[in-house]
């Protein structure tokens, strides 16, 4: 069974930075796509950003590039989002999930399982 933890969520001013983190067992972390995701209150979950933890192949969704990037630690099994230039739109509980199966990685959320907890990210204007 997968299981995946975030952390690093908080509450900032618009145009502020936040760090998060996504770490797991090795064998989940390698050579799988490390994905995440985010549910605003009253909104759907959307795909956020995916990263192919063996390439570092990313994808991110059309609202967060240029302002997210995504990183990973091979040693501590954990991927990082670091988010710039938060702007209110981007309140939401964060998560982060794996599938073992897609050859390319995205950011639709249905091949992925193993939900962590979630995150908190609030950003006020």
């Known amino acids: 069974q997968d299981h995946l933890m975030e952390s690093g969520g908080g509450s900032v001013e618009a145009g502020k930075s936040l760090k998060l983190a996504c770490t797991t067992s090795e064998d989940t972390f390698r050579g799988n796509c490390i994905g995440w995701f985010r549910q605003a209150p009253g909104k759907e979950r959307e795909g956020v950003a995916a990263?192919?933890?063996?390439?570092?192949?990313?994808a991110y969704a059309d609202s967060v590039k240029g302002r997210f990037t995504l990183s990973r630690d091979m040693w501590k099994h954990t991927v990082f989002l670091e988010m710039n230039d938060l702007q209110a739109d981007d309140t939401a509980t964060y998560y982060c999930a794996v599938d073992r199966r897609s050859v390319r990685c995205g950011i639709s959320g249905r091949p992925y399982h193993g939900w962590g907890p979630g995150t908190p990210v609030t950003v006020s204007s």
């Open positions: 990263i192919t933890t063996g390439s570092g192949q990313t």
